[in-house]
């Protein structure tokens, strides 16, 4: 084994001599330790992430990671005896991977003697995991919220969008606005200790669409983690939203948009500024932990408009998690007597201070 341990050795009672890393037909691998790839080098640069992989798009060096094992003692003495490895399971960062059964592909290449000689394995297989939140956990982990300049009105979570305080007895307690956990073993790692709130969730996010120009329109991104037990470092949010399709400016969050396929609106990644905001501090009996960006998106003006919920985001992920959206029909609209047509505010002041200047000339 190279770049990874399994956690248990099993019965190696049999070889005499020199004993496998491990003797177990059903092995748990396990990531190894930054640590241990600075003691050794050979283990390469896709080697040793503790079990955690950053975003390609945030950070593609970190995004990646590989071990290597050698399997002996295999049935038959050629390549078509060779068994394939099923039950492929994929367990971090928890649950919520499904993997495809394994099958058989073109054997794995390696460059030896500096480039001058390839080698090939006897035989490699693949297996596809795909990550879906509703198995990874019974309840959402956040929501989202929505605010525009022209209506008072701000639409809420949805109620009990990660639980409920008094139907749902099996959730942990939360923690009233002003108070304290009452023991510090209240706040365990893999907990969620969380304010009180008509909706429960640890975190809330945010959409404040909150000026409109002539070219442009701004947008206030607001992230809140009301976990007491919790801070998230390296956060990152995906917005699904037809107006990406445009360029952004993005004023305290670093941001880029995705290529995507077979997906009707765009989609853009926002995370922390290093040694700024790329830890989501937990929330405290003063305060909750927050981040926040203003968004300044170019119009397309053959699509841009402020109807019929056009300007909130489709779907918003909080860490790959899905957020909980609120109902179209309660998205924040239009005041009544606003024309089909809508004009800027901004034309309309100058139009206004054109007939002024005229009549008092």
Request: aromatic fraction near 10%; proline fraction near 6%.
């Amino acid at each position: 084994m190279s770049g990874a341990i399994a956690s248990s050795q099993g019965d190696c009672t049999s070889f005499n001599f020199r004993k496998p890393h491990c003797c177990k037909a059903t092995p748990e691998i396990v990531d190894l330790m930054p640590d241990a790839m600075l003691q050794n080098m050979s283990l390469g640069l896709d080697c040793c992430r503790s079990g955690f992989l950053a975003a390609w798009a945030i950070d593609p060096s970190n995004s990646l990671s590989s071990f290597e094992m050698t399997v002996g003692n295999l049935d038959g003495n050629s390549s078509s005896g060779y068994s394939r490895p099923v039950n492929l399971t994929l367990l971090a960062p928890g649950p919520g991977y499904t993997c495809s059964p394994v099958e058989d592909t073109d054997p794995t290449i390696s460059s030896v003697i500096g480039g001058r000689r390839e080698e090939q394995v006897y035989r490699t297989w693949k297996s596809t995991c795909t990550y879906s939140s509703f198995l990874a956990k019974s309840t959402r982990i956040c929501c989202v919220s929505l605010s525009t300049f022209y209506n008072p009105q701000i639409t809420s979570c949805p109620s009990c969008s990660c639980g409920c305080k008094e139907a749902d007895q099996s959730r942990k307690q939360c923690i009233s606005e002003g108070t304290s956990p009452s023991s510090p073993s209240d706040l365990v790692s893999d907990a969620d200790i969380v304010r009180c709130t008509d909706h429960m969730c640890p975190l809330q996010i945010h959409w404040h669409v909150k000026q409109n120009y002539i070219d442009h329109w701004r947008v206030k991104l607001t992230i809140s983690n009301f976990n007491l037990g919790r801070s998230y470092a390296n956060w990152n949010v995906l917005v699904q939203h037809p107006g990406f399709s445009q360029s952004i400016t993005t004023y305290s969050f670093n941001s880029t948009i995705l290529s995507t396929s077979n997906v009707p609106d765009e989609v853009a990644l926002f995370w922390g500024i290093s040694y700024y905001n790329d830890q989501l501090w937990k929330a405290d009996e003063n305060r909750i932990g927050s981040a926040t960006t203003d968004i300044l998106l170019r119009k397309d003006k053959n699509s841009f408009t402020l109807r019929n919920g056009w300007a909130f985001p489709r779907r918003i992920y909080f860490n790959g998690e899905s957020c909980d959206m609120p109902l179209p029909d309660t998205f924040p609209s239009l005041p009544n007597g606003v024309s089909r047509t809508q004009k800027d505010p901004n034309i309309v002041v100058l139009i206004l201070f054109y007939l002024t200047y005229k009549i008092l000339s």
